[in-house]
């Protein structure tokens, strides 16, 4: 069965702290990507990856890393987070769209 | 980049009646378009996509159209039920698919 695993589910944390979310993909796809749900802005793509080792920028990077050291998963980075990153994220394998959005991780930065 | 519009942003239809979500897109190469269906606390689930080289297609009581000509394209769905109300984004890709842009959805509410 077709999985997408995203922890934590739920997220509080300050300003300035490093966190990781992760991802976890069963389908051995290529392509992956990271998006953030905001009201009235729907979801918008922060980075994606085609291929291990390969990442780039989609329209809202700024404050995120990501990192592609294995097909299988794709960690979203907030080195020092801030109350803007306040957010709701799905990580989702793709081919031309989204395939399996994971459950999402629901980010609060104080 | 891509610029994806999508109207309304709130939709209220009568249990039965139909229901229209329309979307517009600006990069004449994108070749690929897909809907999402989003229930509340839920994740976004692919529920019809079309491509470039169809006009139409159908799955039961959803369907899309698409017009490259105008640059728009459709999510139609008939008969509609309780189960169909959630939220609706559509999106479309930069000519290579590597960046997807999403509209910034519709609420479907259907009143039984």
């Known amino acids: 069965e077709a999985q997408v695993t995203q922890n934590p589910r739920y997220l509080i944390t300050v300003t300035g702290k490093k966190l990781t979310v992760t991802c976890s993909q069963n389908m051995n796809h290529e392509y992956m990507s990271w998006y953030r749900q905001d009201p009235g802005l729907g979801l918008r793509q922060i980075y994606y990856s085609m291929n291990v080792e390969v990442t780039d920028k989609g329209d809202v990077p700024e404050g995120y890393k990501v990192s592609r050291k294995e097909k299988r998963n794709f960690p979203l980075i907030l080195e020092s987070p801030s109350p803007n990153q306040t957010s709701l994220y799905f990580c989702?394998?793709?081919?031309?769209?989204?395939?399996?959005f994971g459950n999402g991780t629901r980010l609060t930065v104080t | 980049g891509e610029n994806v519009e999508q109207h309304p942003s709130t939709l209220s239809v009568q249990e039965g009646d139909s229901a229209v979500i329309k979307c517009t897109y600006s990069d004449s190469a994108s070749n690929y378009f897909p809907w999402y269906k989003q229930e509340l606390g839920k994740r976004p689930q692919l529920i019809i996509d079309i491509r470039s080289n169809v006009g139409e297609k159908k799955d039961q009581r959803i369907a899309v159209t698409l017009n490259k000509t105008a640059k728009h394209f459709s999510l139609h769905i008939t008969e509609t039920q309780p189960e169909d109300s959630a939220v609706y984004f559509c999106?479309?890709?930069?000519?290579?698919?590597?960046?997807?842009?999403f509209g910034t959805g519709t609420r479907l509410t259907i009143i039984p």
């Open positions: 999106a479309a890709p930069e000519g290579g698919n590597e960046k997807l842009t």
């Open positions: 989702a394998p793709m081919l031309d769209s989204p395939l399996h």
